[in-house]
């Protein structure tokens, strides 16, 4: 997963908005999206502390190194799972769809586009 996570960017995303947006709105879309995508990752640490702490137990200050080291290694484990699981599981709902919905999105931005090279 760490490998193909960035793959999103320049091999999903820029390809099809370059395909369907119109050339006067590109510039604004896509600094729309690496705006939105960044903004919204950076909430994914201070997020995966809080679960870790309030949903599995995490306490760094009382845990010792020695004893407690496999509770808190469990806890912030499962913070990191459920930071990704949730991203991931909402990509897909969003990701696939688009899947079907493309095919159809292309030929009407290249109807249009076809219209008014026609009126010029």
């Known amino acids: 997963m760490g490998l193909t996570i960035t793959w999103c960017g320049p091999?999903?995303?820029s390809p099809i908005l370059a395909e369907i947006v119109p050339p006067k709105h590109r510039t604004?879309?896509?600094?729309?999206?690496?705006?939105?995508?960044?903004s919204l990752s950076s909430f994914g640490a201070p997020l995966v502390g809080i679960m870790s702490e309030k949903m599995f137990g995490f306490d760094s200050n009382g845990t010792d190194i020695i004893k407690d080291s496999?509770?808190?290694?469990?806890?912030?484990?499962?913070?990191?799972l459920s930071m990704?699981?949730?991203?991931?599981?909402?990509?897909?709902l969003g990701y696939t769809p688009l899947h079907f919905l493309f095919q159809?999105?292309?030929?009407?931005a290249k109807t249009s586009s076809s219209r008014k090279i026609e009126m010029i």
């Open 11 to 13: 091999a999903i995303n």
């Open 28 to 38: 604004m879309i896509y600094a729309f999206d690496r705006a939105l995508e960044g």
């Open 84 to 92: 990704m699981v949730v991203p991931f599981g909402l990509c897909c």
């Open 104 to 108: 159809k999105d292309r030929k009407i």
């Open 70 to 80: 496999g509770r808190a290694a469990e806890a912030l484990s499962k913070g990191i």
